[in-house]
């Protein structure tokens, strides 16, 4: 069976740093897109970062631009996510995702990804 197992979160100051990783089991490394989408409460879930591991192409929410960096880790089946100069507004429950990736469909449509790992929190605080 196909599992996502996230690591990393927890609670951290404003302007700190933060490194989350996700492990899947069952999900060829290439010709899949992976990658995060978060949950804060009473707001829906959102896109995060994509990466097309065929190719290295990355997308981000306009949100996170210039301060997270999603990559693929050494070893297979592995993706980060770095998180720079956090913000109050980052706080939610992190997801990652996967799944086959669909032509033409929005890298961050809910209905791309039939994987998702359990979540790790991450807090944010001033």
């Known amino acids: 069976a196909v599992q996502l197992v996230e690591s990393g979160g927890g609670s951290v100051q404003a302007g700190e740093s933060l490194s989350l990783s996700c492990a899947a089991s069952?999900?060829?490394?290439?010709?899949?897109?992976m990658g995060w989408f978060r949950q804060a409460p009473g707001k829906e879930r959102e896109g995060v970062a994509v990466?097309?591991?065929?190719?290295?192409?990355?997308y981000y929410h306009d949100s996170v631009k210039g301060r997270f960096t999603i990559s693929q880790g050494n070893a297979k089946n592995t993706v980060h996510l770095q998180m720079s100069n956090l913000k109050v507004e980052d706080s939610a429950m992190y997801y990652c995702?996967?799944?086959?990736?669909?032509?033409?469909?929005?890298?961050?449509?809910?209905?791309?990804?039939?994987?998702w790992g359990q979540g790790t929190q991450v807090i944010v605080s001033s």
């Open positions: 995702v996967a799944d086959n990736c669909l032509s033409g469909w929005s890298r961050f449509r809910l209905e791309a990804y039939k994987y």
């Open positions: 990466i097309l591991t065929s190719y290295g192409t990355t």
């Open positions: 069952g999900v060829a490394y290439k010709n899949n897109c």
